[in-house]
């Protein structure tokens, strides 16, 4: 299957200039006037025996809405969002130059994080291109790394170690790390995780990062699994509910897989199941039975058998 790859960002940032770098033709039309492009063009393509559908967006500003306060300007935004849903990785395409000529918080903008996570929600593999490096002047060059580095960690903490890579589509400069990026990130997001591997590691983590208390109880991990990749969906046995698991440890246990596993940069999904069931002949009210069903599938069972209304069974008389 090829793969799906997206590049999305504001007007003006050069999404059209890198497709048209990486197919090496005139296939987007490039204009320094906002607007040009108003529609997803998707390209195949082919980059070390991985095929490969660009697709192209249009640059979309605050509110998903495009530069304008018509009607009919308003699709163009809802294409980009489908576009990120349908691409496996995503590109964040940023203009470099933002930084220079506007605040140190512009580059990249409150909306272009908030877009980068936007596709870490939506279980895409996201790479930042800062774009139209080469017109930075190479003094600052180093200053304005850094920054952009330090405010690209702060904003997208829930997915650490994004990859971030400085390039210009106009002298082809790092367009072949770009892809490299890309292609790594593509085949951590689509890795298994053995499931014995994995449950070694916890234990051993715990032992070293034990779980806190929470209402008088120590939480506990008991067991973890991976069902499903694209993203990398677990699924964890606790012995609370997932309300009472703090979330700040479940974050801690993200970044130590990530570290572990060298699956950085991957958006990471946990399903929380709890081993808690609700006491035997015990009646439970409305509210406790719909809590009971949102803990997991085995104990919305159980409180199906305790509150259903038992019949008596008939006895047959039998007759000689």
């Not at 190479?138 to 904003?155: C, M, S, T």
């Not at 806190?212 to 120590?218: A, E, N, T, V």
């Not at 009646?283 to 259903?308: C, E, F, H, S």
Request: with cysteine; net charge positive; hydrophobic share 40%.
């Amino acid at each position: 299957r090829p793969m799906k790859l997206a590049v999305v960002g504001m007007p003006s940032a050069g999404k059209s200039s890198i497709i048209n770098a990486l197919l090496q033709e005139e296939r987007c039309i490039v204009d320094a006037a906002d607007g040009t492009t108003i529609d997803a063009i998707i390209s195949d393509w082919e980059f070390k025996g991985q095929r490969i559908k660009l697709i192209d967006t249009c640059g979309v500003s605050r509110g998903w809405n495009y530069p304008g306060t018509f009607g009919e300007f308003l699709e163009p935004g809802m294409g980009t969002r489908r576009a990120i849903r349908q691409a496996h990785v995503v590109i964040v395409c940023v203009d470099a130059l933002r930084y220079a000529n506007m605040t140190k918080y512009s580059c990249p903008s409150k909306f272009e994080i908030r877009l980068a996570n936007y596709a870490a929600d939506e279980g895409k593999a996201v790479v930042l291109a800062i774009n139209k490096w080469d017109m930075v002047r190479e003094d600052e060059q180093p200053k304005y790394r850094d920054k952009i580095l330090d405010r690209i960690a702060v904003g997208m903490r829930d997915v650490r170690g994004v990859p971030v890579v400085f390039m210009s589509a106009k002298y082809n400069l790092n367009l072949s790390t770009l892809m490299l990026k890309a292609m790594s990130l593509y085949k951590r997001w689509s890795a298994r995780l053995p499931t014995g591997k994995l449950n070694n590691w916890l234990h051993a983590w715990m032992i070293r990062w034990p779980p806190p208390w929470r209402h008088g109880q120590k939480c506990s991990v008991k067991y973890m699994t991976q069902t499903r990749t694209r993203p990398p969906t677990f699924v964890i046995w606790t012995n609370t509910t997932a309300d009472e698991m703090p979330r700040h440890y479940m974050r801690q246990l993200q970044n130590a897989m990530r570290e572990e596993f060298r699956i950085s940069g991957v958006p990471i999904r946990f399903v929380l199941r709890s081993t808690l069931m609700p006491k035997p002949r015990k009646r439970l009210t409305k509210k406790q039975i719909l809590k009971w069903k949102r803990v997991g599938p085995q104990q919305a069972d159980v409180v199906r058998n305790l509150t259903k209304k038992k019949t008596p069974r008939r006895v047959q008389r039998q007759t000689e």
